[in-house]
T-cell receptor, first 111, second 117 residues
Framework: QQQVKQSPQSLIVQKGGISIINCAYE??????FPWYQQFPGKGPALLIA?????SEKKEGRFTISFNKSAKQFSLHIMDSQPGDSATYFC??????????FGKGTKLSVKP | NAGVMQNPRHLVRRRGQEARLRCSPM?????VYWYRQLPEEGLKFMVY????????ESGMPKERFSAEFPKEGPSILRIQQVVRGDSAAYFC???????????????FGAGSRLTVL
């Protein structure tokens, strides 16, 4: 019930393309869904987050789509750039403050 | 605002020694979380603390691992009698509150990388 499943494990996209990463959760008590970006040797950094009262949130080239009935959410990176190459983690959290993370997606954007 | 500060950034220990990892939360944050990241894997929750209180330690191994967040000073994750399987990156995160808009908004430090020889 506490799991967050993330796919794909790795993703290669051409510069200018769209990167799409998907996550699914089980616990309906989760009410906060962030995405974190991590570069090698660094800590995860909050990229964008959504709460279940909206179905989509956009910040620049990054969009979260949220499907409450399916218990799924996804990250779309438009116009992907080589500088976006990193590992992306989805997460889910509830009232306790703790976050449960997916296993990560390693994104490579080819020039 | 210096962010979440972790030290040491790298720590090498021999099997059987003790490892102490320190974390100072962001200014104004009173909640600290510890996560462990194994190579090529996600972040696994270990423990959640407030000042002088352990709120949730459901992710902590039953033996050898302990955490504290004293009234004064940083939070400390302590691993006694380290084994090779403890080699990992340990990340600390902090948040400003447990409820309202700030709940769940975790800011991570750069991590402490433990290598056990």
């Amino acid at each position: 019930q506490q799991q967050v499943k993330q796919s794909p494990q790795s993703l290669i996209v051409q510069k200018g393309g769209i990167s799409i990463i998907n996550c699914a959760y089980e616990n309906t008590a989760f009410d906060y869904f962030p995405w974190y970006q991590q570069f090698p040797g660094k800590g995860p950094a909050l990229l964008i987050a959504i709460r279940p009262d909206v179905s989509e949130k956009k910040e620049g080239r990054f969009t979260i789509s949220f499907n409450k009935s399916a218990k799924q959410f996804s990250l779309h990176i438009m116009d992907s750039q080589p500088g976006d190459s990193a590992t992306y983690f989805c997460a889910a959290g509830g009232s306790q403050g703790n976050l449960i993370f997916g296993k990560g997606t390693k994104l490579s954007v080819k020039p | 605002n210096a962010g979440v500060m972790q030290n040491p950034r790298h720590l090498v220990r021999r099997r059987g020694q003790e490892a102490r990892l320190r974390c100072s939360p962001m200014k104004g944050h009173s909640h600290v979380y510890w996560y462990r990241q194994l190579p090529e894997e996600g972040l696994k929750f270990m423990v959640y603390l407030q000042k002088e209180n352990i709120i949730d330690e459901s992710g902590m191994p039953k033996e050898r691992f302990s955490a504290e967040f004293p009234k004064e000073g940083p939070s400390i994750l302590r691993i006694q009698q380290v084994v090779r399987g403890d080699s990992a990156a340990y990340f600390c995160a902090s948040s400003p509150s447990i409820s309202g808009a700030g709940a769940n908004v975790l800011t991570f430090g750069a991590g402490s990388r433990l290598t056990v020889l």
